[in-house]
Structures are given as C-alpha cells and as structure tokens.
C-alpha cells in the first residue's frame, strides 16, 4: 500500500500500482480470461446453429413452430415495443439464432438465484419503510397531482415513503461536491455505507480511502459496495481483499462470471453513502477523477449531486441494505433500520426511491413522465444519453404541443460517440413538437436531472436510455417544494450559458455515413 499526499494535505491511499491499466494487465487479467471464455460460447452457439439448418425437414418445421409461439409470447408480453420490434427483427433475419437466443435471455439462465435475492430483500426493505398517515393526508388536500406520484411510489416494490423534516443541499459540479463529502465521512461516528458504479484510483479514491482507513481504527463500520464490471474496468478482481485488508468490508455486485448470461444486463449503477443514518449522498458522480475533474477525459466534465439529511435518509439506508444483503444472502436490515433518523428543519417534501430491472415497474421512468405529464410552464432536463421508448417520447412531444417549455442539455463532448449517433436519431422528432436540445459546449454532461415549475424537480443516477429505464439499478430523489428545486433549475440555467442549441439545419448537415449509422444502431437500440 503506498500513500501520497496532495495539494490540499490530505494523503492519497493506493492499493494497486500505477501500472495496473496497462496494455499487460489488460491482456492477462482475469476479464480477459472471462471474455475469451464468452467468446468461444458464443462460437459453440454458432456452431451449433449451423449444425441444426442441417437437420431433416421436420426439424425446420419444428424451428418454424418454436419461432411461431415466440411471436405469439412476445404480442402478449409486458415488453415495451420498441424492445418487441427490435426481437421481431432479429428473428425475421435470423429466425433460428433470433428464436433460440429470445428463449436463452428469457430461462435468466444466471440470474435467477439473483432475482430471488433482490426480491426477497427489495420486500424486507418495505417493511421497514412507513409512511407517514398524516403527511400523506395533507399532500392529498394541498398537492393532489403530487399525492398520486406519491401513492404509486408506496405502493412499488420497495415501498418509497415521502418525508418533511429532510434538507436537501444541490451541488452543481463534481468538484463542490467533494470537499463537503470529505467533510461528511470525517464526522462519522457510527457507520459508513459506500455504494457506487464505478470506483477508480486516483486522487479523489485515494482521499476517500485515507478517510475510510482512518474511521476504521476509530471504531467505525465501514462498508463498500461497488458493481462487478468495475473488475473488468478499473480495479482488480481482488480489490475487495486490498480493502479488507484495511478493515474495510468491501464486496462486489454481482461479480461478472465467464458464461454467456443475461447477468451483464443487471449492474449496479446506484451511486449512494449514508454516514451514520442521518445524512446521505447520491446523484450522477461515481468515485473516480474525472467527475471532479482532477483529470480531462472528454473536456469539462459537467456533473451534480445532493446530499440529504433526515428522515428521507432512510430510504437510502434500506437502499444500501437491500444490495448489501443480496451479496451474501443475509438479512441485516434489524441492525440498522430500527434507528431513525433526525428530523431536520427543511421546506417542501422529499421522496427518494429506487429502480430495479428485477420487475416491470419502471419507477424512474413513471417519476420522469409524470413530470412531463403535470407540468405547466417548463421541464428542464440534463442528460448524457437520449435512447427513449416510444412512452417517453410520447410524454416528451405531448408536454411540447400542450405549450410546456422543454429543453435537453446533452453533452458537447460525449464519452460514447455511437450513443450519441444514436440520440440524433430522435432529434427531428422532438424538435418538430418543439422541444429544444442543446449540446454543452466546454466538454460532457453527465448529470441527470428533471426540474419542473419551480416547485418540483428529481436528482439521481437515471439516464435517459435503455440501460438506466430497464436493466440498471438506479436511485433517485423526487423533491416538491424544496428550496433545492431552484438550485437545480440554476444549475440548467448556468449550463445552458455555455450550449448550443441543435438546430435543423446541424441535422442536415451531417455526414451520410453518420446518418445510415444511427438508423441502423436504432434498430438494436434496446439490447445496447
């Protein structure tokens, strides 16, 4: 373990060499190994494949029944349709491959053990969740569209609660919200709950890890969490030992395994703490440089965060305890759910609530589109990715004819380029029902935020596509007369100085190649 200090005296601790993301570790890790391993099976399938197009003729009828009642399940599935037609596709140009692959995703071959986890634990979570009977009451008189969101949220796996007594603090940009996450974890006295989508060292892992080694020897339960891509990604697959070598318990998300499964769909994209159960953080900033941009990746790397103190920050504990409890199939939410938290003197209501591709449910996006749907005057929106179902592009165009101004900031710089190819694709169409989109010029966008009226507004790690809406597990918070609604809507004001607006004539204007390459990439759009 070597440590170093910097600027601002505060050591960095690291516990892999600097070298880790060579060309070599990349070439011999173990995400490697587990990649060539999934290659070759998807090369056995292949094969196999061939192999069936050779059999006799009652076979192929017995292909053509097989891929006859796919069609049939997928008319009566719970799939939004655009996923629908994506599969419809791929079994109309590959209708043996296109059948049996449907079938493989469908078995969860992988993921069941995984989905009863999450199950189990997401109801246990609700138990400890109550609402409170005369708050609910009083919303419903004084804020009746806000009392119908808040009713569905109860009633959603996980039973997401609405408080009073909770204060919110909006931070704009990775780089405020730092020093006062530093600040929190150094007040901690009891417990420390880390759970985030990307960890990285650096400068920002390496204070924060200084600071966890420190609680350690003070008595303090420090946990971490992060999602098992990291292995493949930033850290190494005994990253968690390192840790627990300091004290730290430490464990991996679903660890990514070398057999073909739809167990890569299901990552951990929450990014949330909670010190002591009286105050917690989420929003888009993960635990790595560039979203306090200590380094340049893709220019100005522009991103937020909220912390939250009070009683909404119970949510974020049974959040934490849900994912926490998956990992090794143990209940430990008696031990900490039974301490509330303070209540806090704040304005406005605070609803924190969690989604998870374990369900149909699609909390985060009924939370976006019910914004869109009650707003009167304006939604604002920040995004780093646009790849939208048909619902959402519905809830968007149909706020934009009522007369509701709706803007999108995206990136100027995005980190994906075929993301962004792929966004294009829906620009016309939301431009032609008049909502404005806009391309942050200084670098990438990557916070995510929906503020609505000047009353409303949700901050959380929920973007706008595929893989946050169905596949991810994501958190957010839903805040309703909170002082901090007009901190995020001065945020979208101050970003929107430094944009572009997208105009029909940037849309012509680009090259063909680049064209065909979005409409082709919206056909798949679902399965990235």
Not at 80 to 91: G, I, Q
Not at 160 to 165: C, L, M, R, V
Request: hydrophobic share 40%.
């Amino acid at each position: 373990m070597a440590q170093r200090r910097s600027s601002n005296r505060i050591p960095i601790t690291r516990l892999l060499p600097k070298n880790h993301s060579s060309l070599n570790r990349v070439i011999f890790s173990r995400g490697a190994i587990i990649l060539l391993a999934i290659l070759l099976e998807v090369l056995f399938i292949g094969l196999g494949f061939l192999w069936f197009k050779r059999l006799p003729l009652r076979v192929v009828y017995l292909e053509h029944l097989i891929g006859t009642l796919v069609v049939i399940y997928l008319f009566n599935s719970k799939m939004d349709a655009v996923s629908k037609n994506t599969w419809l596709m791929l079994m109309m140009l590959f209708p043996i491959f296109g059948s049996f692959f449907f079938l493989y995703t469908k078995t969860d071959f992988g993921v069941r053990d995984l989905k009863r986890k999450v199950t189990q634990y997401t109801n246990e979570a609700g138990k400890h969740l109550n609402q409170d009977a005369e708050l609910l009451a009083t919303i419903k008189e004084n804020h009746p569209h806000t009392y119908q969101l808040v009713t569905y949220l109860n009633k959603s796996p996980g039973h997401f609660p609405i408080y009073a007594d909770s204060r919110l603090t909006y931070y704009a940009w990775g780089d405020d919200f730092f020093p006062a996450f530093k600040e929190a974890l150094l007040k901690a006295k009891s417990y420390i709950f880390l759970e985030y989508f990307i960890i990285d060292e650096g400068v920002m892992w390496g204070e924060i890890l200084t600071i966890l080694e420190q609680k350690v020897k003070e008595g303090v339960d420090v946990r971490v969490l992060y999602d098992g891509m990291v292995e493949l990604s930033t850290l190494s697959y005994d990253y968690t030992d390192r840790m627990k070598n300091l004290g730290i318990d430490a464990r991996a998300f679903a660890p990514i395994r070398p057999f073909l499964s739809t167990y890569y769909n299901y990552r951990d994209h929450r990014k949330i703490t909670v010190i002591d159960g009286q105050v917690a953080f989420t929003g888009g900033v993960n635990l790595a440089d560039e979203y306090i941009n200590q380094i340049d990746r893709f220019g100005r790397w522009k991103d937020n965060a909220i912390k939250i103190e009070g009683q909404a920050v119970q949510t974020f504990k049974a959040l934490f305890l849900t994912m926490w409890s998956t990992t090794n199939d143990e209940d430990e939410f008696g031990n900490f759910m039974l301490d509330y938290p303070l209540s806090v003197e704040a304005s406005g209501y605070v609803a924190p609530y969690g989604n998870s591709p374990m369900n149909y449910h699609h909390i985060a996006e009924n939370v976006y589109i019910d914004i869109l749907n009650n707003a009167k005057d304006y939604v604002h929106i920040m995004t780093p990715y646009l790849v939208i179902d048909s619902e959402m592009i519905h809830a968007l165009t149909f706020a934009a004819e009522r007369g509701v101004e709706v803007s999108i900031i995206m990136p100027g710089i995005p980190d994906k380029p075929y993301a962004f190819i792929l966004a294009e694709t829906y620009f016309k169409e939301l431009i032609d029902a008049g909502v404005s989109i806009y391309r942050y010029s200084p670098g990438f966008v990557h916070s995510k935020v929906f503020v609505s009226d000047g009353i409303k507004a949700t901050v959380g790690t929920v973007n706008l596509d595929y893989r946050s809406l169905y596949h991810h597990f994501e958190c957010g918070v839903y805040m309703y007369g909170s002082e901090a609604v007009d901190d995020v809507e001065e945020d979208f004001q101050e970003t929107l100085k430094k944009c572009q607006r997208v105009t029909y004539l940037s849309l012509k204007s680009r090259p063909p190649l680049r064209k065909i390459s979005g409409y082709l990439l919206k056909t798949i759009a679902p399965l990235l």
